[in-house]
């Protein structure tokens, strides 16, 4: 594969995702969830034609996936890969702070998916209460054997999986500037955190709803005070 070959598919790559129509539309579906294109189209506030072909676009460059039901065709990010990428695109769109966390609405600033894990304020509370536990190592991002005992006491598996992914990896919050937890241990705190009706999905949005119960849990399993 020459130089000439990759610099071609990253302007490509990046021509996708620069057109704001797009940027919206994949931004969208960062919440892990599949959209049909007129469910898109609506997010976008653009003709349903417009949608189709912005997404054809964005089919082209492996970005998304469509995933055909029944009469319906639905789309969604094409791997965790593209959603890592586009997270950290998130990160850099400016330095400054204050300026994402004013422009950011609170619920979403508080808590939200990023792709299959969580992110937000809370995200990165659990992230750096790990960290002081001494459940996590922060040079190394693998668990101490006090962390795999009480994580897995709790239904978050502790063990990597056969995968590519990594097991676990600093993300960078794109609302926080902090790290919040990624890889496979992220992906397996969340599905706990909603199986046990800790944090409830939004439907029309990215935004985790932190229920009560687990408010509680936070601070009788993690020792973690929410204000």
Same mark, same amino acid.
């Given at each position: @594969? !020459?130089?000439?070959?990759?610099?071609?598919?990253?302007?490509? $790559?990046? &021509?996708? +995702? *620069?057109?704001? /129509?797009?940027?919206?539309?994949?931004?969208?579906? @960062? !919440?892990?969830?599949?959209?049909?294109?007129?469910?898109?189209? $609506?997010? &976008?506030? +653009? *003709?349903?034609? /417009?949608?189709?072909?912005?997404?054809?676009?964005?089919?082209?460059?492996?970005?998304?996936?469509?995933?055909?039901?029944?009469?319906?065709?639905?789309?969604?990010?094409?791997?965790?890969?593209?959603?890592?990428?586009?997270?950290?695109?998130?990160?850099?769109?400016?330095?400054?702070?204050?300026?994402?966390?004013?422009?950011?609405?609170?619920?979403?600033?508080?808590?939200?998916?990023?792709?299959?894990?969580?992110?937000?304020?809370?995200?990165?509370?659990?992230?750096?209460?790990?960290?002081?536990?001494?459940?996590?190592?922060?040079?190394?991002?693998?668990?101490?054997?006090?962390?795999?005992?009480?994580?897995?006491?709790?239904?978050?598996?502790?063990?990597?999986?056969?995968?590519?992914?990594?097991?676990?990896?600093?993300?960078?919050?794109?609302?926080?500037?902090?790290?919040?937890?990624?890889?496979?241990?992220?992906?397996?705190?969340?599905?706990?955190?909603?199986?046990?009706?800790?944090?409830?999905?939004?439907?029309?949005?990215?935004?985790?709803?932190?229920?009560?119960?687990?408010?509680?849990?936070?601070?009788?399993?993690?020792?973690?005070?929410?204000?």
């Amino acid at each position: @594969m !020459d130089d000439d070959f990759l610099e071609r598919r990253l302007a490509a $790559v990046a &021509a996708a +995702v *620069a057109d704001k /129509t797009r940027a919206t539309m994949l931004c969208a579906l @960062m !919440d892990g969830r599949a959209y049909t294109a007129t469910e898109l189209s $609506v997010i &976008a506030d +653009v *003709a349903a034609s /417009t949608a189709s072909s912005h997404l054809t676009r964005l089919l082209e460059q492996n970005l998304i996936d469509c995933v055909p039901q029944g009469r319906h065709r639905y789309f969604r990010i094409a791997s965790r890969q593209v959603a890592e990428a586009l997270e950290t695109l998130m990160g850099l769109v400016s330095t400054n702070k204050a300026m994402i966390r004013s422009k950011t609405p609170q619920n979403l600033r508080f808590a939200r998916t990023c792709y299959d894990h969580m992110a937000g304020e809370l995200a990165v509370a659990l992230h750096d209460r790990f960290i002081a536990l001494g459940w996590l190592h922060s040079d190394s991002y693998s668990l101490s054997d006090d962390g795999k005992l009480q994580l897995s006491n709790f239904g978050v598996y502790s063990e990597p999986l056969a995968s590519r992914r990594r097991f676990a990896c600093a993300c960078l919050d794109w609302s926080e500037r902090q790290s919040h937890l990624g890889g496979q241990l992220g992906a397996a705190l969340l599905q706990v955190f909603e199986r046990q009706n800790w944090v409830i999905r939004q439907l029309n949005s990215r935004e985790l709803l932190l229920t009560s119960v687990g408010r509680k849990a936070l601070s009788s399993v993690y020792g973690l005070t929410i204000h």
